[in-house]
């Protein structure tokens, strides 16, 4: 399997479920915010696959 492969193959499972989360989140309506690869540090080196931020009290 080439480099290249792999990591589209690791890209596309965590677009899946940023779009599956997205989805169950959004059809209940608890979702403020989503984002995909979310940066923590001030260097962007490290990064959380999913990051969602409901509305308040869900």
Do not use: P, W
């Amino acid at each position: 399997m080439s480099t290249i492969f792999a990591t589209r193959r690791g890209f596309l499972y965590q677009d899946v479920q940023t779009c599956l989360q997205f989805l169950n989140y959004f059809q209940s309506k608890q979702i403020k915010e989503i984002y995909v690869d979310f940066e923590f540090d001030e260097a962007g080196q490290r990064s959380t696959d999913i990051k969602i931020v409901l509305i308040e009290g869900h």
